[in-house]
């Protein structure tokens, strides 16, 4: 995976403005969400409830009208996921105790489907909420204002340093510079006369942006106003409900029902 | 009273072997429309950044002379507090906008003030609908082309509605026409609010026409402030490499011809105005 592909993948994250029910749920609420399906996706480990909860996701994704974006992370994924479905079966198989083969890459597949699963809710989160609200949630939970203005900065740079680099590694190319080309060690250092000026030029960037800050009266008041208020309304915290009952079921499930795993149920 | 006045000024940037700029004498009166030229690297824009306190503030470095802008030492003041009388553009739209939205990045300024939420969307809506782009109030920045990058800048210091609005090459990363026409908002701003302009500009072709005073600098030292349309007669303007408007060169031609122009034209359409104007009186 190149640095570019990087950037592309982070570029997937990148919110595009469209209107959806789910775009207009507070951003605390669906952060809630989020967190009780990495909940559920680390309580269970067998593929049948892993498989639920990521089907369970997509009537969601429609809903919030970004099913373009999120199939493209999910297909950004799949580097890693055969990454971890590989590391999964060749540790099992040396030091687990696993019956068969079949039941090794049956948790496997289960650790690889939990993996998707985390990265579907995550993309759900990025994808229908704006930076600038996020970052404002965050303000209001607390967290230093810094901190969110450099969140929201870095992701509205994203675009604009994927263009560069795209832009600088043509220059390079049309100076005859090979990128694929060599063995490991000669490959990265292919990298190093694109990487100084795009660094240099971030650096010359973020000095930029500081004096445009400053101007603009940056620190002047501690209590900073925003523009945009959050307001927790009964939609959200339905979601809310919803996202503790989700909980609630699995634990149940998770307690008194024994789920079969695949294997089982074909030997059956 | 001078809303802008240095006298003896001389600033050296830390470890620079000489000063950027050397004893700049310069008062600027309110409501005045300053057109500043010269050769890349004669100072222009280290001049205009001792007008809101970049430097000494931002920069260091030893600021000799005395300046006062707006009544107020920049020195004595931080940054954000000569912020609210002196807006800068800068050249790199991109560069100087950070939201996510234009709404939001107009807004920056005037949420950093601690302004109640009400005052900052009339200032802001005010300030979008001013410059012409209320309607893309939704868009992200980084999706508009230069021109309209630029006028989301201009439009971000204007909500903190300062006296002086300091422009530093703003069109030099837009095509003519954009180019053209954010010096029109920026010649509303002057001529509608009353709004000192200081304008770093190398398109003299479309900005002399707008200024009341053209200052022309060359290694670090002002030599030679007048109105334009005698600025642009003067010897000094063509030794230095400022490439004076087209009209200008058009008028000087006429009088070697023997042709005398009732003024020296600053746009096109003066140009033709005059030569009518002469071309009637031939006939009359
Ligand atoms: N940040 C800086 N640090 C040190 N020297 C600088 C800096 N910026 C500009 N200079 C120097 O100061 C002089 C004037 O530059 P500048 O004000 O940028 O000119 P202009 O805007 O007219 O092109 C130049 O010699 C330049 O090299
Ligand atoms: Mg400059």
Request: charged share 20%.
């Amino acid at each position: 995976m190149s640095m570019l592909d990087g950037l592309r993948l982070l570029d997937g994250l990148r919110f595009r403005n469209i209107s959806s029910p789910i775009h207009k749920i507070d951003p605390r609420a669906k952060f809630v969400y989020v967190c009780a399906l990495f909940f559920v996706a680390i309580l269970f480990n067998q593929i049948i409830p892993l498989l639920i909860l990521f089907l369970s996701q997509v009537p969601l994704v429609i809903i919030a009208r970004v099913k373009k974006e999120w199939l493209r992370l999910i297909r950004g994924s799949i580097f890693f996921a055969a990454l971890i479905f590989a590391m999964n079966v060749i540790s099992l198989y040396f030091y687990g105790g696993y019956p068969s083969l079949a039941s090794i890459i049956e948790h496997s597949l289960a650790m690889t489907l939990r993996f998707i699963v985390l990265v579907e809710s995550f993309s759900i989160f990025f994808l229908t909420t704006s930076p600038d609200i996020f970052g404002l949630s965050l303000e209001q939970m607390g967290i230093p204002y810094e901190f969110c203005f450099a969140f929201t900065t870095a992701i509205r740079f994203v675009p604009v340093l994927a263009e560069e680099t795209q832009t600088i590694m043509d220059a390079q190319r049309a100076r005859g510079l090979e990128l694929e080309s060599g063995g490991f060690i000669k490959r990265i250092r292919n990298y190093i006369p694109i990487l100084i000026p795009l660094i240099v030029n971030a650096i010359r960037r973020s000095l930029e942006l500081a004096e445009a800050m400053e101007s603009r009266a940056w620190g002047a008041s501690k209590k900073r106003t925003n523009l945009y208020a959050l307001k927790m309304g009964g939609k959200d915290y339905c979601f809310i409900i919803i996202s503790i009952i989700i909980i609630l079921i699995s634990i149940y499930v998770w307690l008194f029902i024994k789920i079969p795993s695949i294997t089982q149920i074909m030997q059956l | 009273m001078a809303i802008i006045r240095a006298s003896n000024l001389t600033y050296t940037y830390p470890f620079a072997e000489k000063p950027a700029f050397k004893n700049v004498n310069l008062e600027i009166e309110r409501g005045e429309f300053v057109l500043l030229t010269g050769p890349s690297g004669c100072g222009k824009t280290t001049l205009c950044r001792c007008f809101n306190g970049l430097i000494p503030h931002f920069y260091g470095g030893t600021l000799e002379g005395e300046i006062i802008v707006a009544g107020l030492k920049p020195s004595e003041h931080a940054i954000y507090e000569m912020a609210q009388h002196v807006g800068f553009v800068f050249q790199n739209p991109e560069n100087q906008l950070f939201a996510l939205t234009v709404e939001k990045d107009v807004a920056f300024g005037l949420e950093n003030l601690g302004l109640p939420r009400d005052e900052i969307r009339r200032r802001v809506d005010w300030a979008l609908k001013v410059t012409g782009i209320y309607d893309l109030k939704d868009r992200a920045p980084f999706e508009l082309s230069g021109g309209q990058q630029q006028r989301v800048a201009i439009a971000s210091v204007l909500a903190m509605q300062p006296e002086i609005i300091v422009l530093d090459e703003p069109t030099s990363f837009l095509d003519p026409l954009s180019a053209k026409s954010i010096l029109e908002v920026i010649h509303r701003l002057n001529r509608e609010l009353n709004i000192t302009v200081i304008l770093v500009e190398h398109r003299l072709d479309l900005a002399a026409r707008y200024a009341s005073r053209v200052i022309v600098m060359d290694e670090g030292q002002i030599i030679l402030d007048e109105e334009p349309r005698k600025a642009f007669l003067e010897e000094k303007t063509k030794m230095v490499g400022v490439g004076i408007p087209k009209v200008v060169r058009l008028y000087l031609l006429l009088r070697e011809d023997g042709i005398n122009l009732s003024r020296v034209p600053l746009s096109p359409d003066e140009a033709a105005e005059s030569i009518v104007e002469v071309l009637e009186s031939d006939r009359g």
